[in-house]
């Protein structure tokens, strides 16, 4: 499922396409990711629009159209983005069953007068696309959390969201969108195993000094994700648990212990039971 880093890369792959107008708008009406905004409805409003502007916060990427227009998308568990001459170049998708993209999956394609093709691929469908008009941007986007890289996500507003759970396990908590926008399920693995916190671990049985441990860590993460998968995708270091978690079999890169898999708060965590208490 794509996280912070994932989406903002996808995002990048789309701002090929910034400054140019719409010229041809190709879906498949029928596809499940346009139950929010009709195809036919998507493909009128951008006909002839200029792309303005392409972002990403959290696990949401949004588009801005002159006149008003906005595009957004939610890359569900198996969306991606790219532009059509890279899909030849597309690095493995680890999480993805689907593999590679199949151009049967590409339920919404932009073609732009610039000569480049915006392509919407999604085996899986749940993703979504949204459409909005307005002079500002959309409320579901404006309620997304300020990035957690900022300023504003401070070690006592983790203290806080700690201290409002205190029975809920630390992994459950950095799920919650609310909160930790952008966060995913690697993501969360990447952050407990580095900052050696077991994802048994209640918010309550966190100390002080864990809890800045956990700020830094939180933080380092968003950063080293968006630096390498955000601006290239590949490769991650080996020296990240990342390589190591996606098969059962894992061995943990700090001290070659073998990997734990469970599952917790309905998803799969890997961790190093001897790093992490
Ligand atoms: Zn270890």
Redesign the pocket.
């Known amino acids: 499922m794509p996280e912070l880093a994932e989406v903002a890369y996808f995002v990048r792959q789309w701002r090929a396409g910034v400054g140019a107008v719409v010229e041809r708008v190709e879906t498949h009406p029928r596809a499940r990711v346009f139950r929010e905004s009709g195809a036919k409805e998507i493909a009128a409003a951008l006909r002839g629009k200029v792309l303005t502007a392409a972002e990403a916060a959290g696990k949401q990427a949004l588009f801005r159209f002159a006149e008003e227009i906005w595009l957004g998308i939610h890359l569900g568990m198996s969306g991606r983005l790219f532009v059509a001459a890279e899909r030849a170049g597309m690095a493995p998708w680890a999480e993805s069953p689907a593999g590679q993209p199949q151009p049967q999956h590409d339920h919404l394609v932009l073609h732009m007068v610039n000569g480049v093709a915006l392509i919407y691929n999604d085996p899986r469908m749940f993703g979504a696309v949204r459409l909005h008009r307005g002079q500002d941007a959309p409320e579901w986007w404006r309620k997304i959390p300020g990035a957690l890289t900022a300023k504003e996500f401070s070690e006592e507003k983790l203290r806080g969201i700690l201290a409002r759970h205190p029975r809920v396990l630390v992994k459950s908590l950095l799920l919650r969108q609310e909160y930790f926008p952008g966060i995913g399920n690697w993501m969360t693995d990447e952050i407990l195993w580095r900052a050696r916190v077991s994802p048994h671990r209640r918010a309550e049985e966190m100390g002080v000094e864990e809890i800045a441990v956990l700020w830094r860590t939180i933080r380092q993460v968003c950063r080293d994700a968006l630096r390498v998968i955000g601006e290239r995708w590949y490769p991650v270091p080996d020296a990240w648990l990342f390589n190591h978690r996606w098969q059962r079999g894992g061995i ?1 890169p ?2 070659g ?1 073998p990997l734990r898999y469970e599952t917790i708060g309905g998803r799969t965590a890997a961790w ?1 039971s ?2 992490q208490r």
């Open positions: 943990c700090k001290d212990s190093c001897q790093c």
